[in-house]
């Protein structure tokens, strides 16, 4: 009976957290990033696999229970303002909890923040993990450097946002070890 109670217990307080950690968004438009109910992932090199990061993400032709995020929601993609993107962009989105794979992982932290560098393509894969080194990723934890550029459409497109990104500066750039 303790048992069934504990389990009662627990499943309610995670469904209550997630009730309470969809995406927010600040008077500007710009997700405002927690880290207490987000995963961060850092991916570097292999600039061609881009589009395909992307289409994981937000491709209808992927069946709903293999989709990594919800796509009934909102999904963020920030860029760099100097490539548009091209070189570095993080994705925010609520966890899919119709993918039993990542259904567990979602009663913990419901969201994920996906981080893709593309420059310096799969060099920047490898090198930085042989040398133990740190490299740059866009920085998108703050609303000050990043300006909402388009509206999106759940399950279909991108609400866009642009960030200034300077590589080395603490204020526009999130370095990360390999």
Same mark, same amino acid.
């Given at each position: ?9 627990? %499943? ?11 995406? %927010?968004?600040?008077?500007? @438009? ?6 207490? %109910? ?12 881009? @589009? ?72 920047? @894969? ?28 759940? @399950? ?7 960030? %200034? ?14």
């Amino acid at each position: 009976m303790k048992k069934l109670l504990l389990g009662a217990a627990v %499943t309610a307080a995670m469904i209550g957290g997630n009730a309470q950690a969809a995406i %927010t968004v600040d008077s500007n @438009g710009i997700p405002v990033i927690n880290t207490a %109910t987000t995963y961060e992932v850092y991916l570097s090199g292999a600039s061609a696999m881009a @589009g395909f990061v992307e289409q994981l993400l937000l491709n209808s032709s992927i069946p709903a229970a293999n989709r990594i995020c919800d796509s009934a929601k909102l999904i963020y993609k920030f860029q760099d303002t100097a490539t548009a993107g091209r070189d570095y962009k993080a994705y925010l989105c609520e966890l899919n909890t119709k993918n039993s794979a990542l259904s567990g992982l979602a009663a913990s932290k419901p969201n994920l923040l996906l981080y893709k560098r593309d420059n310096g393509g799969s060099a920047q @894969g490898v090198a930085p993990v042989i040398a133990e080194a740190a490299i740059d990723f866009l920085k998108v934890d703050t609303a000050a450097n990043c300006t909402k550029v388009s509206d999106g459409t759940a @399950g279909s497109v991108f609400t866009r946002i642009n960030c %200034t990104f300077t590589a080395g500066n603490p204020a526009f750039s999130n370095s990360k070890n390999s």
